[in-house]
């Protein structure tokens, strides 16, 4: 299994409250991306990285900022979380991008009351 | 919009069976996934191919570039193949999966 892990697994937070979720990884691959997964939806792309302090934006982007300042961390960041904000993040890296296998992390459950 | 459809949604055989998800998708890719989401939640890839057919095991993944139309079969399927399947595309530089297929194998 590719070492990749997200932290909290679990959160509960308030509506308005800033929350950052992270994803590490042990793997040393270049890409990683965050994900989160809604019934009806499928999974969405929000944000991903090709490098150090190299991100852009997905098809989900609003309200969710990121930052990678170290190859093994990829920080999502929620600066006033909303309930529509509820949802699975899931994390996943690769090493050439979109053309080459992902490696998901075990995911994080976040509901926002 | 949806960029990426499957079907079925829910499918339900007998073990073995041999089983056909199907991906059909809008948009010009450059590669198609099949990922596999286990009970638990926790997501595996099992295949990345942009064109022809792949071959893993008891399963096998075939696209059709021209029609863009993806299949995954398993052959002679199993209880532990109960999972979640999930095709996705990339085009540009952007990915968009399907809703997911939810199999369930009867022993």
């Known amino acids: 299994d590719a070492g990749i892990t997200q932290s909290p697994r679990h959160k509960v937070t308030e509506t308005g409250t800033p929350v950052t979720l992270r994803c590490h990884q042990t793997?040393?691959?270049?890409?990683m991306y965050w994900y989160r997964q809604d019934p009806g939806h499928g999974l969405r792309l929000i944000h991903y990285?090709?490098?150090?302090?190299?991100?852009d934006k997905g098809e989900v982007s609003d309200g969710y900022s990121v930052s990678r300042s170290k190859t093994e961390d990829f920080l999502l960041t929620l600066e006033s979380a909303t309930s529509s904000q509820t949802s699975v993040y899931f994390c996943?890296?690769?090493?050439?991008?979109?053309?080459?296998?992902?490696?998901f992390g075990p995911g994080t459950r976040l509901t926002v009351l | 919009k949806n960029e990426v459809e499957q079907s079925p949604q829910n499918l339900t055989a007998q073990e073995g069976e041999f089983i056909t998800i199907n991906c059909s998708y809008s948009?010009?890719?450059?590669?198609l996934h099949w990922l596999q989401q286990h009970p638990g939640g926790g997501i595996v890839s099992l295949f990345m191919?942009?064109?022809g057919k792949k071959k893993h095991g008891r399963l096998i993944a075939t696209i059709n570039i021209q029609e863009k139309h993806s299949s995954l079969h398993i052959t002679a399927s199993h209880p532990r193949d109960s999972a979640v399947y999930i095709c996705?595309?990339?085009?540009?530089?952007?990915?968009?999966f399907g809703t997911g297929t939810s199999l369930t194998v009867i022993p």
């Open positions: 793997e040393n691959h270049r890409y």
């Open positions: 996705a595309v990339r085009t540009g530089n952007q990915f968009y």
């Open positions: 996943a890296i690769s090493e050439q991008g979109f053309t080459d296998t992902q490696y």
């Open positions: 191919l942009s064109s």
């Open positions: 948009v010009g890719i450059s590669a």
């Open positions: 990285s090709y490098g150090v302090k190299d991100t």
